[in-house]
């Protein structure tokens, strides 16, 4: 069993910064890939941010150059660290793990998941 615990949601101001933590335990490895998703009330579970077991971080157009996803494994902690914050990133953020084959971007792909921390952002 995989658990996964994600932390330091809050509310900021737009242009702000939060940096999210996504503790993880079981039986996940060093080399196994992660990733962030959100979630605003009514929407869709959309990706964020992954980061590949080789290393590789692509994130989705809306937060690219902005947020940046990181992993301490030491510490089995995933990160998300969020730059200028913007009112249309306010979500429930959730961090996956688990890749189960399909398209990393797409939630169905991954098989565990966090209970989330919401970010909200104000103008």
């Known amino acids: 069993q995989v658990q996964l615990v994600e932390s330091g949601g809050g509310s900021v101001q737009a242009g702000g910064s939060l940096s999210l933590s996504c503790a993880y335990s079981g039986s996940t490895y060093s080399s196994s890939s992660m990733a962030w998703f959100r979630q605003a009330p009514g929407k869709e579970r959309d990706w964020v941010a992954i980061i590949y077991s080789d290393g590789n971080t692509p994130s989705a157009d809306s937060v690219k150059g902005r947020f940046t996803t990181s992993r301490d494994n030491a510490k089995s902690t995933l990160y998300l660290q969020m730059n200028s914050l913007k009112p249309e990133d306010t979500a429930m953020y959730y961090c996956?793990?688990?890749?189960?084959?399909?398209?990393?971007?797409?939630?169905?792909?991954?098989?565990?998941w966090g209970q989330g921390t919401q970010v909200t952002v104000s103008s």
């Open positions: 996956a793990t688990g890749y189960r084959g399909g398209h990393r971007s797409h939630p169905t792909s991954w098989n565990y």
